[in-house]
């Protein structure tokens, strides 16, 4: 892997060739150095960004190209703030690079004539959007020297941390909220995580783990680390414009709980930008979220700059945050791109599972079916051209979700002999025609 050697100061460890040069306030812009523990600003109390050297980043752009670099979340480490090089090479390697798939037969269902899906349920280790950012937590915590991490989730954050941090050798402290999707705690314990489900919803939980992380010194994957791990939910951005030949696209649809994903999107188009790598001010990005938990898509309608806490009541548990930590950020990139904001009731999540199952064969949980479910509506609008190209992003696996799936009527125990199995047949070739003829009477 490269490294740069010009900034390392005498004596130091290797360094990346990361050109992040420190950490801002959003709100007040007050700095402070890389190297220090402060996540949020003890003036305005609003969270952190890193900032980077642009013109050093665009020299190393052109200096390594891209067939030098790894084929990962690190491909574009200059834009990345990690800067210790053995932390780096632990974490990570696996994470990022997933497809991103025409999605023809979707496409022809919603009218639309270039429509991809950037599938992050591919991602490894842990089949989400989430390893990115966790990788760079891990990194930033290895770098520190540190020898456990904690987390609070939703879901897909608990996996990725039990995963990354077995593979880096640390030990991981999941915390959950009362309500969860219950295979991915089981599966946190598979990987050797430590497990505790509190009392409590996403947001109360929250609170209460910064406590814990003050009382314990323990850093927190999405609390104490959160400057960093932010700035790896940007490498999606990064390498969507890269798969479409560095031609930015015309929209993203993305689904937003806490509002990492959807605020860090816009900051890396922006920084491709910078780097002149391609022209990005015209992708607009539009949010999805569930009925039952939207303040941030609810603010973005009504223009407001701020967020307004609402208690979850959906089955998407992944996006179960009522209070999220960068909604505000959400809000002003989805306003200052001419984006917008859109939500599903549960029904229409589940059938937007169902209906990219149908269409590209692909398997998504409740968040990629509410992100599905605000691009049929957002298609349906007239929000997009039909020769536009348009991007959504799948953000997780379905396998991890089927429990929570509404369950469907199958013949099951029929007789194994050749009448009864002819019969169930037929039922079965009756119930697709009626499927097929309602979804075409939907679309008329």
């Given at each position: 892997m490269s490294t740069?050697?010009?900034?390392?100061?005498?004596?130091?460890?290797?360094?990346?060739?990361?050109?992040?040069?420190?950490?801002?306030?959003?709100?007040?812009?007050?700095?402070?150095?890389?190297?220090?523990?402060?996540?949020?600003?003890?003036?305005?109390?609003?969270?952190?960004?890193?900032?980077?050297?642009?013109?050093l980043a665009a020299r190393h752009f052109r200096d390594v190209p891209g067939s030098e670099r790894p084929q990962n979340i690190w491909h574009f480490e200059e834009l990345l703030p990690i800067v210790d090089a053995s932390a780096q090479a632990r974490v990570g390697l696996h994470s990022g690079y997933t497809p991103l798939i025409r999605a023809d037969r979707l496409g022809a269902e919603l009218g639309l004539g270039n429509l991809f899906l950037k599938d992050d349920s591919t991602s490894r280790p842990s089949l989400s959007y989430k390893d990115r950012v966790v990788s760079m937590s891990v990194a930033r915590l290895l770098e520190r020297g540190r020898k456990e991490i904690g987390c609070v989730s939703t879901g897909n954050v608990g996996t990725a941390v039990a995963s990354m941090a077995a593979k880096a050798g640390v030990a991981a402290y999941v915390f959950y909220p009362n309500r969860l999707e219950d295979t991915k705690a089981r599966a946190c314990m598979a990987l050797g995580a430590k497990v505790c489900q509190v009392e409590g919803n996403y947001d109360e939980a929250n609170r209460r783990c910064k406590e814990v992380a003050q009382a314990t010194g323990m850093d927190f994957a999405n609390?104490?680390?959160?400057?960093?791990?932010?700035?790896?939910?940007?490498?999606?951005a990064f390498e969507i414009v890269e798969q479409l030949d560095w031609q930015a696209p015309?929209?993203?649809?993305?689904?937003?709980?806490?509002?990492?994903?959807?605020?860090?999107?816009?900051?890396?188009?922006?920084?491709?930008?910078?780097?002149?790598?391609?022209?990005?001010?015209?992708?607009?990005?539009?949010?999805?979220?569930?009925?039952?938990?939207?303040?941030?898509?609810?603010?973005?309608?009504?223009?407001?700059?701020?967020?307004?806490?609402?208690?979850p009541e959906t089955a998407a548990h992944s996006l179960a945050i009522g209070a999220p930590g960068d909604g505000y950020l959400v809000i002003d990139a989805v306003l200052k791109r001419g984006g917008t904001g859109g939500f599903a009731s549960d029904p229409e999540i589940f059938a937007g599972i169902d209906l990219l199952a149908a269409t590209e064969g692909l398997l998504t949980e409740p968040a990629g079916g509410t992100t599905i479910a605000v691009l049929e509506k957002l298609a349906a609008a007239g929000r997009f051209s039909p020769d536009e190209t348009v991007v959504a992003i799948i953000t997780g696996n379905?396998?991890?979700?089927?429990?929570?799936?509404?369950?469907?009527?199958?013949?099951?125990?029929?007789?194994?002999?050749?009448?009864?199995?002819?019969?169930?047949?037929?039922?079965?070739r009756a119930g697709a025609t009626l499927i097929d003829s309602a979804r075409a009477q939907l679309h008329a």
């Open positions: 740069q050697t010009a900034q390392s100061p005498p004596g130091s460890s290797q360094r990346t060739r990361s050109c992040a040069t420190g950490l801002a306030c959003h709100r007040c812009d007050k700095h402070y150095p890389l190297q220090d523990t402060v996540f949020a600003c003890p003036d305005c109390g609003k969270g952190l960004d890193v900032v980077y050297d642009y013109e609390i104490t680390l959160r400057p960093f791990y932010a700035e790896g939910a940007k490498t999606a015309d929209h993203i649809v993305t689904a937003a709980a806490g509002g990492t994903l959807s605020s860090r999107l816009h900051k890396g188009l922006g920084e491709l930008q910078l780097l002149g790598l391609s022209e990005t001010d015209s992708t607009r990005i539009h949010i999805a979220q569930p009925s039952g938990c939207n303040p941030i898509a609810t603010a973005i309608i009504a223009e407001e700059a701020e967020v307004r806490p609402v208690t379905g396998l991890k979700t089927l429990d929570d799936h509404p369950q469907k009527d199958w013949p099951d125990k029929v007789d194994c002999e050749l009448d009864a199995m002819l019969a169930a047949l037929s039922d079965l």
